[in-house]
């Protein structure tokens, strides 16, 4: 059996680069015969998170709003790797796709334990999917570029993926697929 | 001439938000000085065109942004983003225009929010403004929500170092460089704050019946 691969993206409608990106990456994870499910987010309904923490205690593991929010944590959860893919805002994931992000905090335990000499939430599930984070920018940018490595490094503490990866595109970039096929080939073994 | 404090809020609970609590704070100290204050909440300002219309206004004559919200996801709220994006389209009309930024999480460390408040400053070089500083806060369930002066007994750290920031805010300075040191320790000891905060989880759900909290409902 393929691995299961959920890929979150942004809207490609208003931007090319990334859809030719998705396509890309769709066809390495094809010929690897592994199953792709893809979550363009600008088309789903996604309300942000209200902060009231009732995935915590009321009824927990689930978010109280009832709108695509849900969908995006069910098939994070039950991935064996997620992609997440979008043009690189102030070193972060765009806006529309970190409503979605925000969404996946009943995933986790509200309880505090020591991580890596920090405290992080403890795990709700026993296993969590690969993180891969693809930023894509129009020209490289030394601060974004380490921002963003950063952010796979924090989100890495509080959602314990087994293994990530992280690519950053620049439209100039003459060796995109090499790049794709290079962050994507370790989550596509045991095929 | 008076000077003009812009604070937007990146809370999704609003006046309820230990950021809100925050801001109020800076409100307060600054409105003694004669400074004119907005307010703004991002989560507002996205679902309503007249209100981004309005923050924009505004912020043209403003001297200092604020910028000051909840650490969520180990980076900045959804909806802040999306205001930040539109002003970004739109850089700063003036040439001497201040940005700071306070990102407060319910984690005790308050590094762990760094890499939000650097985000910020990758903001403020887009919107071509001079960023001044930014503070972060630990254990923000000490605050929860509460008037700073409701937890001055908790917490006499985090009132000196609100206070140094609106001393250097007044002078139109980089933000206090004791301020950010003082709070770049746990603004509550550790193994207290940790200890209340695994216990104040099943506490709350008690109203609501007392659910199993370990549920997996999704897998």
């Given at each position: 059996m393929g691995k299961n691969i959920t890929l979150c993206h942004s809207d490609t409608d208003s931007d090319p680069f990334l859809s030719k990106i998705i396509q890309d990456i769709r066809t390495i994870i094809e010929t690897k015969n592994c199953t792709i499910k893809t979550l363009d987010v600008s088309k789903l309904k996604i309300q942000p998170c209200?902060?009231?923490f009732h995935c915590w205690?009321?009824?927990?593991?689930?978010?109280?709003?009832?709108?695509?929010g849900n969908t995006v944590a069910h098939e994070f959860i039950n991935a064996d790797a997620v992609i997440l893919i979008s043009r690189i805002r102030f070193g972060g994931y765009n806006s529309q796709l970190k409503y979605a992000m925000d969404?996946?905090?009943?995933?986790?335990?509200p309880f505090f334990r020591k991580y890596h000499e920090e405290t992080h939430h403890t795990k709700r599930y026993k296993t969590y999917p690969d993180l891969i984070s693809i930023g894509l920018l129009k020209e490289p940018d030394d601060q974004k570029e380490r921002l963003f490595k950063r952010l796979l490094e924090r989100n890495a503490l509080n959602f314990t993926p087994q293994r990530t990866s992280q690519a950053i595109i620049t439209e100039h970039d003459d060796n995109i697929k090499e790049q794709l096929l290079k962050t994507l080939k370790n989550h596509m073994r045991g095929v | 001439m008076s000077q003009t404090l812009l604070m937007i809020i990146g809370s999704p609970r609003l006046k309820k938000s230990t950021s809100y609590s925050l801001a109020e704070y800076l409100q307060k100290g600054l409105k003694q000085k004669g400074w004119n204050i907005h307010l703004f909440f991002s989560h507002q300002v996205v679902i309503k065109e007249q209100d981004m219309e309005e923050l924009i206004n505004k912020i043209e004559h403003s001297d200092i942004i604020g910028i000051i919200f909840p650490l969520y996801v180990d980076s900045i709220p959804g909806p802040l983003i999306q205001v930040l994006e539109k002003l970004s389209e739109q850089?700063?009309?003036?040439?001497d225009q201040k940005i700071f930024t306070i990102v407060n999480s319910?984690?005790?460390?308050?590094?762990?929010s760094q890499l939000a408040v650097d985000m910020i400053k990758d903001f403020s070089k887009e919107y071509q403004a001079n960023f001044i500083g930014g503070l972060t806060i630990g254990a923000g369930g000490v605050i929860g929500g509460k008037p700073i002066e409701q937890i001055k007994h908790r917490s006499k750290r985090l009132i000196t170092a609100l206070d140094l920031t609106i001393e250097s805010l007044g002078q139109t300075k980089t933000l206090s460089k004791k301020a950010e040191k003082i709070l770049s320790?746990?603004?509550?000891p550790k193994i207290l704050y940790n200890i209340f905060a695994n216990m104040s989880w099943k506490k709350r759900s008690k109203r609501y019946g007392s659910p199993d909290l370990y549920q997996t409902p999704d897998k």
């Open positions: 209200k902060g009231c205690t009321r009824t927990p593991g689930s978010c109280i709003l009832k709108d695509d969404r996946l905090i009943p995933l986790i335990l | 850089k700063t009309k003036r040439t319910g984690f005790p460390e308050p590094h762990q320790k746990p603004i509550f």
